[in-house]
Nanobody, 123 residues
Framework: QVQLVESGGGLVQAGGSLRLSCAASGRTFSTYSMGWFRQAPGKEREFVAA????????YYADSVKGRFAISRDNAKNTVYLQMNSLKPEDTAVYYC????????????????WGKGTSVTVFS
């Protein structure tokens, strides 16, 4: 069992930055691929970014490529999402998820989820 707790959300003006954190419980954090997903009001949950357990491979949705960066610190059991050049369309609840399998971009295939942190970008 893995418990995930997100933090770092908030209200930010367009063009600004936020850094989200996701703290994980357990001793096997490095064996999990970690992903960030988001869900805007009235929309389905969508993939944002993911990182493999070793941290050597990262993946991004086209909508955030070049603006967001995912990273992890396995010693701290934490994954981060640095969000720069934020746009109003980035407004959503951001969720952290973990998966031991290969699939890291499909929400229904992730094993564990946090409760989310809200990000609101105003213009």
């Amino acid at each position: 069992q893995v418990q995930l707790v997100e933090s770092g959300g908030g209200l930010v003006q367009a063009g600004g930055s936020l850094r989200l954190s996701c703290a994980a419980s357990g001793r096997t954090f490095s064996t999990y691929s970690m992903g960030w997903f988001r869900q805007a009001p009235g929309k389905e949950r969508e993939f944002v970014a993911a990182i493999r357990g070793s941290g050597t491979s990262t993946y991004y949705a086209d909508s955030v490529k070049g603006r967001f960066a995912i990273s992890r610190d396995n010693a701290k059991n934490t994954v981060y999402l640095q969000m720069n050049s934020l746009k109003p369309e980035d407004t959503a609840v951001y969720y952290c998820a973990a998966n031991r399998g290969q699939s890291i971009m499909t929400p229904r295939l992730m094993d564990y989820w946090g409760k989310g942190t809200s990000v609101t970008v105003f213009s």
